[in-house]
């Protein structure tokens, strides 16, 4: 994680940029690999339930990655494209997780057990936000074990319609639990 970008993070947007961040009832950011694929997806996603709900001034959502290499890019073009097949947005650019990410944010998702074991190796003591993996949420994965979104950006185009499937029901399951009432 790159611990020196502490001084330099400013924190994102909300979805709208018109809400009062003291209103603002969850900080989310979503992390994987290089912040091209899997979390750029689960943060467009989010960003298009929370809208359709009608309840985006309450959310800050982001992304990132826990590796650096793909700084400054866009997402993937094919993540991008089953997205926009959906309806969805997919946008931004790629960074990578700072020190600063671990107090400024309520809840950070990781996309695979790998990310999470990275997150939670680089988090300092006094960390506030809560790490955990985002299919936790998906209830087609409690008690199932498989918590993963798998890696899209090896394999063929269906890998990223599957990373839509598993991201929406686990992103329903979040919007679920942290709405307010």
Request: proline letters at 8%; aromatic letters at 6%; hydrophobic letters at 40%.
């Amino acid at each position: 994680m790159a611990r020196s970008q502490r001084d330099s993070y400013e924190p994102p947007s909300p979805v709208h940029g018109g809400a009062d961040l003291q209103s603002v009832v969850m900080r989310i950011l979503f992390v994987c690999l290089g912040n091209i694929c899997r979390s750029p997806t689960a943060e467009g996603v989010m960003r298009h339930l929370v809208e359709e709900a009608g309840v985006a001034d309450d959310f800050v959502l982001d992304s990132a990655g826990t590796g650096g290499w793909h700084t400054g890019d866009p997402p993937d073009p094919r993540s991008r494209e089953a997205a926009r097949r959906r309806g969805i947005v997919v946008a931004g650019a790629a960074r990578q997780v700072t020190h600063g990410d671990f107090y400024e944010f309520d809840l950070i998702l990781a996309m695979d057990r790998a990310n999470l074991r990275d997150l939670r190796a680089a988090a300092p003591p006094d960390a506030t936000a809560e790490i955990k993996l985002l299919r936790e949420y998906d209830p087609n994965s409690v008690g199932g074990g498989d918590y993963d979104v798998p890696d899209p950006y090896y394999g063929g185009p269906d890998g990223f319609d599957d990373v839509l499937e598993l991201v929406d029901a686990a992103c329903r399951g979040v919007l679920a639990d942290v709405s307010p009432a």
